[in-house]
């Protein structure tokens, strides 16, 4: 276990507890799976969290940036000698990012500036017995539903095909398959996620041996090779292409099409949060703008699916 990813974790356990005392956040990603969903099968070193409300964007927008500046404030008087930056994202600015930095030690804090709202409660989560037992810390968190966390993990894992994503991927389907809110989870981040829908169902794949040699060697406590990196992306196109019903290849179907049958979808309020909006939003820019590029694109979809 390579000992700088440890000492981020330490960083982070810190940390997370000043985080949680702003309550428009709960915790997602590959920390919330492994630290608090699981027992420490994998270390990991960044919190990405989630803005709950469901306020327009330019209030939100000032609202996450006011929420990190509290708490980089928080950290430095609570935690020296570690030191924080608020880090300016895209062409607006964005203040949606904490830099932490502690001696040679960082993490990163992240809010997804795009992806806010909820569909499924939170959750208070304690973290598991083995950070418990390997860091001699308790930490407690809220978290994003499961649906929705592994729902954005398997949404990463084909966009991003990182290592710690098909990690986290592998074991899901070990341990439980795709569930039916795990399912409804992965088609809520279809619908929000910036790429066409097919690029997500049947991804082009990506060369990532630099990536698992630099940025994953040295984090799972279980065995993981490349192969099982490939394997395990192969496994979830497949297992999600079975999973998917009738209904939801027509929900997606008359999505990317711009004109959605939010009937088809079983949460209505999927149809409000801000990421669906938008990229419907686009669609129907694209549509209007490039009417055949838009048909190649939802035929594509229409392959893709079956």
Not at 28 to 40: Q, R, S, V
Not at 74 to 103: D, F, S, W, Y
Not at 164 to 174: A, E, G
Request: charged fraction near 30%; proline fraction near 6%; charge should be negative.
């Amino acid at each position: 276990m390579a000992e700088p990813y440890r000492d981020q974790v330490r960083l982070l356990l810190d940390i997370l507890p000043l985080v949680m005392a702003e309550p428009v956040f709960a915790l997602k990603g590959g920390t919330a799976i492994n630290l608090f969903e699981w027992d420490l099968p994998r270390l990991s070193v960044d919190i990405d969290l989630t803005y709950l409300p469901n306020h327009d964007r330019k209030e939100s927008l000032a609202a996450i940036g006011e929420a990190l500046a509290r708490l980089g404030v928080e950290i430095e008087r609570r935690l020296p000698p570690t030191r924080v930056t608020q880090a300016r994202q895209g062409g607006e600015g964005m203040e949606v990012k904490l830099n932490c930095q502690r001696i040679r030690t960082q993490v990163k804090v992240e809010v997804n500036p795009s992806l806010r709202g909820h569909l499924f409660p939170v959750r208070d989560l304690a973290c598991s017995d083995q950070v418990q037992e390997q860091f001699e810390a308790f930490v407690e968190a809220r978290c994003v539903s499961h649906g929705e966390l592994f729902g954005g993990k398997i949404c990463a894992a084909l966009d991003r095909q990182h290592p710690r994503d098909l990690f986290d991927v592998k074991r899901l389907l070990d341990r439980e398959g795709l569930t039916d809110e795990v399912r409804l989870g992965v088609i809520a981040g279809f619908v929000s996620h910036g790429r066409p829908i097919a690029e997500l169902v049947d991804p082009a794949r990506k060369d990532q041996r630099e990536t698992f040699r630099s940025q994953f060697e040295g984090m799972p406590f279980e065995p993981f090779t490349y192969d099982d990196h490939q394997a395990a992306l192969e496994r979830l196109v497949n297992a999600l292409r079975g999973s998917l019903t009738d209904e939801d290849r027509a929900f997606l179907l008359s999505f990317e099409a711009g004109d959605p049958d939010w009937s088809r979808f079983p949460i209505a309020a999927l149809a409000e949060l801000p990421a669906p909006q938008f990229k419907l939003m686009n669609i129907r820019k694209f549509r209007e703008a490039s009417p055949e590029r838009h048909k190649a694109v939802l035929s594509a979809l229409e392959k893709s699916l079956t």
